[in-house]
């Protein structure tokens, strides 16, 4: 029971002191240009592509497995010759990427890792694509689905889905019609699509669309949106609870996180409760319906950060992303374990690009009442059992400081493992156990 106050009292005094760090340590990414897309899969590793290049000058995918970031398939492997605007994981775990990219015939397409290498997803030369790719994301039954600036033979814009053996427009020929860019589409919890970009309905208005698996359906009433800029970022639950974000102002000239609520839409928190000074470029959901928005909106300082409505109020998630080296936020992600990255244009002293990450301790006081593993003793010495019930067996093993700093890492099948605490400094710490499965956190304390 003390020991269970002391890891209380302490997570309580982590909360208020968790801020943004660097994602693997400085300079681990050593980005040399902006990021504009990141992802998680289902194991908690982090995904990161945009502008940036190896050091053959190709664009590449860049992935964090929790100890270390390095280039998805080895070097060259997928050898983009030019922007990637949109990274996706599946439920399985592949790694989907588009952008501006083409193949040696000039086709944009779609690649595909699925473990062992890239490919093009519709086959080399598909040439199903026109133009560049700007939206990607699949749904819980494995189909993907991509949008952008491609047309159809009629001259509209469409979302292209991939069913595991063709790619097609997503309810038949000029469904939707799209006039203009789709920048942002999300799949719901039941597989319901959604759309929205630079294009507009007959009044001139832009537009949620939703595709509810037999048309395409303008979500309600469209008059928050206006005619100016455009909608860059959705994100959904269900049919429900769909919000929307990008370069739209309310009355106040404020830029704001628009909530369709089944029946109205309506400025999440009320009138200039977020109050951006500027446009929204990503928002993200994570596990407890939280929702975050970035983009080029600043505080008064003129710091660029992260929003996060929590049900009641907007607050400034974690302080500045980047002080002083000020830059966009382009994407916001949220992996299983609610920890945020952040990543667009800001940058380090050393002015290498980064992604930002906030580990978010409420979820690891959640992990630690969980009975799926057993570690002893605990408060700790020396030796710390690590032990999971049942069947299950260790992928993974990471240990955190207090601070969210990488303190060490083991892999391998096991459903048993001893960790050496001996030369640990005397604190609090966390452990993350992956399995094949689940990934769950847990807290421990090294003793004198």
């Known amino acids: 029971m003390r020991l269970n106050l002391i890891i209380l009292l302490f997570t309580i005094s982590f909360i208020t002191k968790a801020q943004w760090s660097e994602l693997g340590g400085f300079n681990s990414l050593s980005a040399n240009q902006d990021i504009f897309t990141t992802c998680t899969d289902t194991f908690n590793n982090a995904y990161a592509a945009g502008k940036f290049k190896n050091s053959s000058g190709k664009r590449y995918v860049a992935k964090w497995d929790g100890t270390s970031w390095s280039e998805l398939g080895g070097q060259n492997s997928l050898k983009a010759n030019s922007n990637i605007y949109a990274i996706c994981s599946d439920q399985i775990g592949n790694i989907y990427a588009a952008g501006n990219f083409t193949n040696d015939s000039g086709s944009y397409f779609v690649a595909q890792w699925n473990g062992n290498s890239w490919t093009e997803l519709g086959g080399t ?252 003793p605990n408060p700790v010495i020396d030796k710390l059992l690590i032990s999971f019930k049942g069947t299950n067996s260790f992928r993974k093993i990471i240990i955190y400081d207090s601070f969210g700093m990488l303190i060490n890492s083991m892999e391998g099948k096991s459903s048993e493992i001893v960790l050496n605490c001996a030369g640990f400094k005397p604190g609090f710490y966390f452990l993350n156990a992956i399995s094949d499965n689940r990934s769950i956190y847990k807290c421990f304390i090294v003793a004198q």
């Open 125 to 376: 030369n598909s040439s199903y694509f026109d133009s560049t790719i700007t939206t990607l994301c699949t749904d819980e039954s494995g189909n993907v689905y991509a949008a952008g600036c491609f047309t159809n033979s009629s001259g509209n814009y469409f979302v292209a889905v991939w069913d595991g053996t063709q790619w097609s427009e997503l309810g038949g020929i000029n469904s939707l019609s799209a006039n203009d860019c789709i920048w942002t589409i999300c799949s719901d919890h039941y597989g319901v699509i959604y759309a929205a970009g630079s294009f507009r309905n007959s009044n001139s208005k832009f537009y949620v669309s939703m595709f509810n698996g037999l048309n395409w359906l303008e979500l309600g009433p469209t008059t928050l949106f206006g005619t100016i800029g455009g909608i860059y970022s959705i994100k959904a639950t269900d049919t429900n609870n769909v919000y929307a974000a990008g370069d739209f102002v309310n009355p106040m000239g404020k830029w704001f996180v628009a909530q369709w609520n089944g029946i109205a839409w309506g400025e999440l928190g009320g009138l200039n409760s977020l109050s951006a000074n500027a446009q929204i470029e990503s928002i993200c959901i994570d596990s407890g319906n939280n929702i975050y928005a970035a983009g080029s909106f600043t505080d008064s300082l003129s710091d660029h950060y992260v929003a996060s409505w929590d049900g009641l109020n907007w607050i400034q998630f974690g302080g500045p992303i980047s002080a002083p080296l000020q830059g966009f936020v382009w994407s916001i992600s949220a992996d299983r374990n609610n920890n945020i990255y952040a990543a667009g244009g800001f940058r380090n002293s050393t002015n290498h690009f980064y992604v930002a990450v906030k580990n978010n301790p409420l979820r690891i006081a959640e992990d630690a009442k969980s009975d799926f593993i057993n570690i002893s």
